[in-house]
C-alpha cells in the first residue's frame, strides 16, 4: 500500500532550537495538510498545500512556524525557535480532494518534544 | 469553526450497536469519518458529499443530513477492532477544502 512518509519519528530538543519535519506525499496526491494533534486541543489544522501552493496557513503560529512545499515529493514544517508549547505530535497528510471516496492518507507522524 | 461531536466518549461490549454524532454551524460541502487508535495515525473510513446521504461498508455506515449540517457514523455489532477515537472532518465548501476536525469520540469495545 503507498504511504505518506514522515522523518523524524520521534524528536527532543532544547528550547529555542530549530526544528524541521519531513513529510514525502503519496505520489500523484495534489493536496498535503500538516495537523497538530494534543490531548487538549485534538486535531489542530496548522497549514494545507494544493499543486505546491499554499493555500491556508492560518492556524500556523506565523512568527515562529512556516510550511513549505520546495517539490511535489516533500512537504517542510518548520519551527524556529521551538517553545516548551509545541511538543505535540505533528502529522501530515495527503490526498486527492476531487475523488469522492478516496479521502486523506496520514503519515505516522512525528513526536515532537520540547524541553 | 470545529464540528462538534457527540457523545465524548462511550463503552459498549462486543456486539452492541453505535451511534456518533456530529454537527456544524456552517453549511457543508463535505463530512469525512477517521479512525484512530492509540499511538496510530488517523485512517480514513469514508466521505460523503453535498447531495449524497448515506454511505456504508461492512458494519459502519454513515449519513449527511444538509439541511441540519449534521452527520452520523453508525456502527453495528461492533466487534474489538472497532475500539479508537473518531473523528468527523469537515470541508465547508468546494472553494474551501481545509479539513477541520471534530474534537472526537473514544469509543471503547469490552468482551
Known amino acids: 500500500d503507498a504511504r505518506v512518509t514522515q522523518t523524524p519519528r520521534h524528536k527532543v530538543t532544547e528550547m529555542g532550537q530549530e526544528v524541521t519535519m519531513r513529510c514525502q506525499p503519496i505520489?500523484?496526491?495534489?493536496?498535503v495538510f500538516w495537523y497538530r494533534q494534543t490531548m487538549m486541543q485534538g486535531l489542530e489544522l496548522l497549514a494545507y498545500?494544493?499543486?505546491?501552493?499554499?493555500?491556508?496557513d492560518s492556524g500556523m503560529p506565523k512568527d515562529r512556524f512556516s510550511a513549505e512545499m520546495p517539490d511535489a515529493t516533500l512537504a517542510t514544517l518548520k519551527i524556529q525557535p521551538s517553545e516548551p508549547r509545541d511538543s505535540a505530535v505533528y502529522f501530515c497528510?495527503?490526498?486527492?480532494?476531487?475523488?469522492?471516496?478516496?479521502?486523506?492518507?496520514f503519515g505516522s507522524g512525528t513526536r515532537l518534544t520540547v524541553v | 469553526q470545529q464540528p462538534v461531536q457527540s457523545p465524548q466518549a462511550v463503552i459498549l461490549r462486543e456486539g452492541e450497536d453505535a451511534v456518533i454524532n456530529c454537527s456544524s454551524s456552517?453549511?457543508?460541502?463535505?463530512v469525512h469519518w477517521y479512525r484512530q487508535k492509540h499511538g496510530e495515525a488517523p485512517v480514513f473510513l469514508m466521505i460523503?458529499?453535498?447531495?449524497?446521504e448515506q454511505k456504508g461498508h461492512d458494519k459502519i455506515s454513515a449519513s449527511f443530513n444538509e439541511k441540519k449540517q449534521q452527520s452520523s457514523l453508525y456502527l453495528t455489532a461492533s466487534q474489538l477492532s472497532y475500539s479508537g477515537t473518531y473523528f468527523c472532518?469537515?470541508?465547508?465548501?468546494?472553494?474551501?477544502?481545509?479539513?477541520?476536525f471534530g474534537t472526537g469520540t473514544r469509543l471503547t469495545i469490552i468482551p
Open positions: 505520489l500523484g496526491h495534489n493536496t
Open positions: 456552517k453549511a457543508l460541502y463535505s
Open positions: 472532518g469537515t470541508e465547508i465548501d468546494i472553494g474551501n477544502e481545509k479539513l477541520t
Open positions: 497528510a495527503s490526498g486527492l480532494w476531487d475523488r469522492e471516496d478516496y479521502g486523506y492518507t
Open positions: 498545500f494544493r499543486n505546491r501552493a499554499p493555500l491556508d
Open positions: 460523503l458529499l453535498k447531495g449524497g
